[in-house]
């Protein structure tokens, strides 16, 4: 009755159409990313929407979007007290400035990203940008006229490698300067952010810096680059979603692709960076979202990932017609609290889960990067009442120790944390749970250490991402608090919550042995000479995918039945196959494929335990 209520409220904040458009200036992975060439109805769409945004260029963005912008609430400030009017049009392109001044005139840009998900959503954007003021892409980058590093700069290891990857870029752009061709270096993203006054003036490894809310401005940065003038932006928005830019996809060829729904961070725990890189919390209108992932839908995508730097928080205010003092308020999970105000209406996060699950049955659906405070009970009815809502939830503890969650400022005690991990095990049987940990934050003792080991015991993860800690300037730690750990014991209590990860992730896998799992192949790897499962060889190819709820799993590479063709084939990358889990250890999972099938047959069917192994058949 709820979720049938929800989908009616939010089909009517939906019945107004969303209008896409692009800027009207620029009109024409946890590792690194190897892109490949964008497809041509990919530019073919970008294209469209550069020429709609060329015939409109009085239009706002934010009057599209029917959202307020940052120049509505200078307005308003203003009139509230009284003062003289405030001119808020946008600036006009000065006459000296030709909009093929910004040209790309078909060079090439190579992207190289780091960190999160995020990044790699970003890094689609920016390209989005660039192939609509004429720029080409190239996944060679001896052959690059332009290199963009989409940074991270959540912890200093990730920062160390993009360090020494800019040294090895200067000595490229010296090498092409001596062959007399140009080569533009650029830093994007968080690591711009921070650190932009380092990488321009003091160590100059860079023609250009700019931050995660400036990639519309990328095709005038390149430009004025070009004449020889160093170029930084790194505003942060209070309203930029890039809601309007159709992102272009760096991996055409990838059955799963990232979605971003929200950007920035209202948290604000006191060893994060992130609301300093990234800026306040604002979510893209939710009919965008819709459109894309229906676009998505329509080029074969079979696995979609909602990205967020608080993915759950989501809340889009766009149509919403209630006045915000008499909308109830956002609910939290139980016994968790905030360090902001509490916010009021909008369509929230599992509105959004509902909407998007009922577009492609046969697409799985799945979110990151959570926080445990937005799970409230609405959430885990909307995933466990959609087949393609995958049973995987990411739920960041950072510790185990209810005084070290004060200290980090994450709202809740442990005994909140435990009490929602449980409801989340009962709410939804099946569950994957994983979680982030840090270890040696300021003051932690050793019974904080032994706290967070005992509740990885408690909770028995599936993953984990699990690092020492290293401040960040500009965080509330970094302002208020020592970094008192020594390194040494940081690395040691490290290892020994990796080791107790492990050990109990390999007991809470064991669940899924002689079980059959829908697994979406990924790619073929080989050989795979530690396999020891019954079906590979000592070198057998092998395939690789992912459970419904995110765990990797290995199946040999054969021909299996196909129940809609009745032909056997070789399970191709995006396909569904039964797989009979026959081994699990602490990272993964190995079994045989039984047959291909889809999401929607897998859960109707019900005799998928009884189905025979292909060699059986044989047999």
Known sequence: MATALRRVVVQAALRRPFASSACAMHAGCNSEHKPTQATATEGAAAATAAAKAENEPSRSTASKLHQPSLADFIRAGAEKKGA?????????????????????????VYFEVYGCQMNTSDAEVAWSVLRSAGFERTDNIDKADVILAVTCAIRDNAERKVWQRLDLFRNMKRAARREGRSLQIGVLGCMAERLKGELLEAKKLVDLVAGPDTYRDLPRMLAQAAEGNAQVNVMLSMDETYADVAPLRLDATSKSAFVSIQRGCDNMCSFCIVPFTRGRERSRPMSSILSEIRQLSDMGVKDVTLLGQNVN???DLTDYTIPLKEAPPVRNSDGFQT???????????????????QIDKDMRIRFTSPHPKDFPDEVLQVIGSHVNICKQ?????????????????????????????EKIRSTLPDVTLSSDFISGFCGETEEDHLDSMDLVRQVKYENAF????????RTHAHRNLQDDVPQEVKGRRLKELIDCFHENA????????????LVMIDCAVSPLARVRTEGFGPHSRALRGRSDGNLRVFLPEQELPDPRTGKLVVPQPGDYVVVRIMEATSG???GRGVQLSSISAFHSSTDAAAMPLPAERVA
């Open 84 to 108: 003289a009017p405030v001119d808020t049009s946008p600036v006009p392109i000065p006459p000296y400035l030709q909009r093929n001044d910004f040209d790309g005139h078909g060079r090439s």
């Open 313 to 315: 928080s989501y809340r």
């Open 339 to 357: 360090i902001y105000k509490s916010k009021r209406g909008g369509l929230h996060f599992a509105d959004l889960l509902d909407e998007v699950a």
């Open 393 to 421: 939830v990411h739920l960041p503890a950072q510790s185990g120790s209810t005084a070290m969650l004060q200290r980090m400022r994450r709202g809740h005690t442990r005994e909140a944390y435990l009490k929602l991990a």
């Open 466 to 473: 699990l690092f020492a800690y290293s401040m960040r300037e």
């Open 506 to 517: 390999a007991i809470s896998n064991k669940r899924f042995v002689g079980r059959d799992l």
């Open 588 to 590: 993964s999972l190995r």
